[in-house]
Nanobody
Framework: GVQLVESGGGSVETGGSLRLSCAAS????????MGWVRQAPGKEHEGIAT???????SYADSVEGRFTISKDSAKNSLYLQMNNLKAEDTAMYYC????????????WGQGTQVTVSS
């Protein structure tokens, strides 16, 4: 089956940077729409970045200009470069694949925690 494994989370101070990685297996990432979703404590899941099979990207307003999504099809990997991190970026970050018509994803990773302290 499809497996998504995130890495790169951690603790950082406000204004710092982190790069999340997602190693995918069980399918070819170049054929899939993929993205990053986060969930802060007590809040709903928030889709923050998406990249489709053609390389078209979109971002939530909350991260536009600070985060960059990219993928390496040769490595079957997805990345999220996060710059100028803010306390409100603290959340569990999930790699997801297989965009649905309802705006969700078919496949999810187990998540990696990002904590931003001021």
């Amino acid at each position: 089956g499809v497996q998504l494994v995130e890495s790169g989370g951690g603790s950082v101070e406000t204004g710092g940077s982190l790069r999340l990685s997602c190693a995918a297996s069980g399918y070819t990432s170049s054929n899939f729409c993929m993205g990053w979703v986060r969930q802060a404590p007590g809040k709903e899941h928030e889709g923050i970045a998406t990249i489709n099979s053609a390389g078209w990207v979109s971002y939530a307003d909350s991260v536009e200009g600070r985060f960059t999504i990219s993928k390496d099809s040769a490595k079957n990997s997805l990345y999220l470069q996060m710059n100028n991190l803010k306390a409100e970026d603290t959340a569990m970050y999930y790699c997801a694949a297989g965009c649905t018509a309802a705006g969700g994803y078919k496949f999810w990773g187990q998540g990696t925690q990002v904590t931003v302290s001021s």
